[in-house]
């Protein structure tokens, strides 16, 4: 695997918990909406560059 996977596939995750917290502590919901889609597209990202 390349760096930039393995770099991608540990922010996803990470990026995942920070959106589960944030609406465990009852952020705005269009925070938490912004950081769903950013989880979503890390998550592609990563997924696109691992097949790669």
Avoid at 13 to 28: D, F, I, M, S, Y
């Amino acid at each position: 695997m390349d760096t930039s996977t393995i770099l991608f596939a540990i922010l996803t995750p990470c990026l995942v918990g920070v959106t589960l917290q944030a609406w465990r502590l009852g952020n705005e919901k269009r925070d938490i909406a912004l950081l769903g889609v950013f989880s979503a597209l890390m998550g592609m990202g990563t997924a696109v560059a691992a097949i790669l």
